[in-house]
C-alpha cells in the first residue's frame, strides 16, 4: 500500500504517469466514470478549505464512487480528545482511502503509520501539500507543454507556504530547473529547502526582494498568500501583508507566454484586473486540481493491491502485519520492515 504524504513519497515517473493519467482523463472523460463505483473516499478536514476537499469530493463523484468524512473537527471526536491515529483506525472501517487536512505537521504521516487504507496528505501546516503540487505540475504542462527547462518565479509567502515547499521538492527532480524567490526578508523560504532540496538536487536559485527585477525572465510566476493563520505575531503579518501585488501593470513586463499560478485564495496579492489577462491561469489550475485528483485516487487504489513483499522470512509475511513500504534511493521501493526491493 502507497500513502502519498509528501511529493517525494512518489517517484518523478510515478508523478509523470499521474499528470499523463490526468491528461487521459481529459481526452476520454467517460471512460473512467465508474471507476471507482462502490468505492468510499473519506475527506477528514481539521482546518478550513474550499478548493482542496471540494476538488476531492467531485474527483471522487466523477469516479462513480462515494465521499464521507467531516470539514470541521469541532463535529468529530477530535473536539472530544480523540488522536488523529484512533480516528484514522476507525474511519479505516468505513473508507478505502482517505484524504486528510491538518493544522499540525506530520499528522498525515503518524496517520498512515497505523491506516489500513492510502492516507493522502490534502496539507499539514506550512510543511507539505503533495496533492496541490500535482495540480501545480498538470497546469504547467498544460499552459507551457513541458515541465522541464522553465524558470519559476515564487513570489510571496515563501516562508509559511506549504505549497511552495511541495513544489519546489518535485521540480527539483526536473531538468533545467531555475528558481526565483521574491520574497521579503521575513518571508523567505527556510533555509532546510534550499539546502536540502536546492543545493542538493542541483536547482539554480537565487533571492530577491524585486517583482519587477524578476519578472520578464519568469515562464511562471507562482503567486501566493501571505498565511495569516501561521504567523504568532499580528504586527509582523501587519508589516508585510501587502508585500507583493500583480496587476495588470507588471504583467506588462512579463513574456508573452508566461503562466500566472495561485494555489488560492487570494486575498489581495493579484488585482482583478489580471484575471482576464491569458496569461492568468489560475482558475484553469482549479480544474486541474479535480482531474489530477481523480487521476491520483485510482492509481493509489492500483498500487494499494499491486505491492506485497516477496521475503518468505519477512514479518510481514509470517504475522498478520499490514505490508507497508517506502520509498528508498533511485526510486526503489522497499519493505518497511525488511528491506527488500519490491518494486
Ligand atoms: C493553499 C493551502 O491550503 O495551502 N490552498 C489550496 O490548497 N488551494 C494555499 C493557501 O491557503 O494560501
Redo the contacts with the bound molecule.
Keep these: 500500500m502507497k500513502h502519498l504524504i509528501d511529493p517525494t513519497d512518489l517517484t518523478k515517473k510515478e508523478i509523470d504517469e499521474i499528470v499523463a493519467l490526468a491528461e487521459d482523463i481529459i481526452a476520454h472523460r467517460e471512460r473512467y466514470q465508474g471507476s471507482m463505483a462502490h468505492k468510499k473516499l473519506a475527506t477528514l478536514f481539521y482546518?478550513p478549505?474550499?478548493?482542496?476537499r471540494l476538488s476531492f469530493t467531485a474527483a471522487m463523484m466523477e469516479l462513480g464512487g462515494q465521499v464521507l468524512g467531516f470539514s470541521n473537527p469541532q463535529n468529530s471526536s477530535a473536539a472530544k480528545g480523540e488522536t488523529v491515529q484512533d480516528t484514522v483506525r476507525v474511519v479505516g472501517c468505513f473508507a478505502d482511502i482517505i484524504a486528510m487536512?491538518h493544522p499540525i505537521e506530520g499528522a498525515p504521516l503518524v496517520a498512515s503509520e497505523v491506516s489500513s487504507v492510502p492516507i493522502i496528505n490534502?496539507?499539514d501546516g506550512s510543511h507539505s501539500?503533495p496533492?496541490?503540487t500535482l495540480?501545480d505540475l498538470l497546469t504547467i504542462k498544460r499552459e507551457l507543454g513541458r515541465i522541464d527547462d522553465i524558470t519559476i518565479g515564487f513570489c510571496g509567502?515563501l516562508r509559511f507556504?506549504?505549497?511552495v515547499h511541495s513544489l519546489i521538492k518535485a521540480l527539483s527532480r526536473y531538468h533545467g530547473i531555475k528558481v526565483v524567490l521574491i520574497a521579503p526578508d521575513e518571508l523567505r523560504l527556510p533555509d532546510y529547502i534550499k539546502q536540502d532540496v536546492c543545493e542538493k538536487m542541483g536547482v539554480a536559485y537565487r533571492e530577491t526582494d524585486s517583482l519587477d527585477e524578476a519578472i520578464p525572465e519568469l515562464d511562471v510566476l507562482y503567486m501566493?498568500?501571505v498565511?495569516k493563520e501561521r504567523f504568532l505575531d499580528e504586527d509582523e503579518f501587519d508589516r508585510v501583508k501587502d508585500s507583493f501585488v500583480l496587476d495588470a501593470r507588471r504583467m506588462a513586463l512579463a513574456k508573452e507566454k508566461m503562466a500566472v499560478l495561485h494555489?488560492?485564495?487570494r486575498v489581495n496579492e493579484i488585482l482583478t484586473e489580471v484575471d482576464e489577462d491569458p496569461r492568468a491561469a489560475y482558475f484553469r489550475q482549479?480544474e486541474n486540481?479535480k482531474l489530477v485528483r481523480m487521476a491520483l485516487i485510482i492509481s493509489l487504489m492500483e498500487w494499494k493491491d499491486d505491492l506485497h513483499c516477496t521475503n518468505a522470512k519477512c514479518i510481514c509475511n509470517n504475522e498478520k502485519h499490514e505490508p507497508r513500504f517506502r520509498l528508498a534511493e533511485n526510486g526503489i521501493t522497499r519493505c518497511w520492515y525488511c528491506d527488500s526491493k519490491v518494486r
Design positions: 482546518e478549505s474550499t478548493r482542496t487536512r490534502a496539507g501539500h496533492t496541490q495540480t509567502d507556504g506549504r505549497t501566493t498568500r498565511q494555489p488560492l485564495p482549479v486540481g
